[in-house]
């Protein structure tokens, strides 16, 4: 697999360019935490194949995920991955109702010691604010999380799903390497002013939900597909109504996908592995099979008329979120 570098100067991070998420193997999508073993499997084969970046955090599970990927990198040269996780979404039913999201400096030192010991780890590669605390200000959660850099706890620093603004204020306390933000053919809102920031300070972008949730692999038509507790059931986009005018989105991605001899999930991560260096999606699964196809869209190459066609669908009907007030912030 080909590589991207994340970030500028010292705090440049090479990684493959796609890696891979975690999530759906423990929390929130149809299936999870049914096979662990296959997980640590999927998880085994995504290094073969090249990638690199590991992608978790606290909250999915809560605390399963990263447990899994702590058994899975059992076996594993430490040199040989870099392993993203994340803090700030509260974990604790009775806490979360009080203060969902967390950014004071106290909760950051804890988050991390509770990370590296699901982990089995010393340190992590990159330690993403999950969400932004509007009740901190970020100068201090960024400055709390440049104290675990200090003390050799993390290695580098991220972002999750912050406005411009706080972004360039957490840069200035201490060089981030990456945000990782939702962008893909059915959420590209990030390239209007967020994209040009990041670029413009050095920093990397880590889509998440590069296949729009699953939605993009043109396999998902119903909401009867999916368990009574996934998480998209929920979502605006996937709603009656809303599902089937976004169908409208996939079908440009097939007719691709068919020119080319593809999968339609490979078309669309092909559009965004063209968008430029420092750009690594992180496309999750728990199958063996989709891992595949999608670490084969590294080789997958668009002409500038497929690129132009992408480029021109249509914003997609619904918010991305039921409650949106957490992101961009």
Do not use: C
Request: no cysteine; net charge negative; glycine share 10%.
């Amino acid at each position: 697999m080909q590589t991207t570098t994340l970030g500028t100067g010292d705090s440049a991070l090479e990684v493959g360019r796609l890696g891979l998420g975690l999530m759906g193997m423990s929390a929130f999508y149809t299936g999870a935490g049914t096979d662990d073993a296959e997980s640590e499997r999927v998880v085994h084969r995504a290094l073969d194949l090249g990638v690199t970046l590991l992608d978790t955090a606290d909250m999915y599970g809560p605390h399963t995920n990263e447990q899994l990927l702590g058994r899975a990198l059992r076996s594993v040269r430490r040199d040989d991955v870099v392993v993203a996780t994340k803090f700030g979404n509260v974990t604790d039913p009775e806490a979360r109702a009080e203060r969902p999201v967390d950014g004071r400096p106290e909760y950051v030192r804890r988050s991390i010691d509770g990370s590296l010991q699901r982990l089995g780890l010393d340190h992590v590669d990159l330690y993403y604010q999950h969400r932004v605390d509007p009740q901190v200000p970020i100068e201090d959660t960024v400055g709390a999380m440049s104290e675990l850099v200090q003390a050799g706890k993390v290695r580098f620093l991220g972002l999750s799903e912050a406005a411009p603004e706080t972004i360039r204020r957490a840069h200035a306390v201490h060089p981030i390497t990456a945000l990782q933000t939702e962008w893909s053919l059915w959420t590209r809102d990030v390239e209007a002013e967020t994209l040009p920031l990041t670029r413009e300070l050095g920093i990397g972008f880590v889509p998440y939900s590069p296949l729009g949730r699953g939605f993009l692999t043109g396999t998902i038509r119903s909401v009867d597909q999916l368990d009574d507790d996934d998480f998209r059931r929920s979502s605006p986009r996937f709603a009656d109504g809303a599902l089937e005018q976004n169908v409208r989105i996939v079908e440009v991605v097939d007719a691709v996908a068919r020119e080319l001899d593809a999968a339609p999930g490979q078309v669309a991560l092909a559009w965004l592995l063209a968008k430029g260096e420092g750009v690594a999606p992180i496309p999750g699964t728990k199958r063996m099979r989709y891992l595949e196809e999608n670490v084969a869209a590294d080789e997958l190459r668009l002409t500038d008329e497929q690129l132009s066609r992408l480029d021109g669908v249509a914003a997609p009907t619904g918010d991305r979120y039921a409650d949106m007030s957490t992101v961009d912030r």
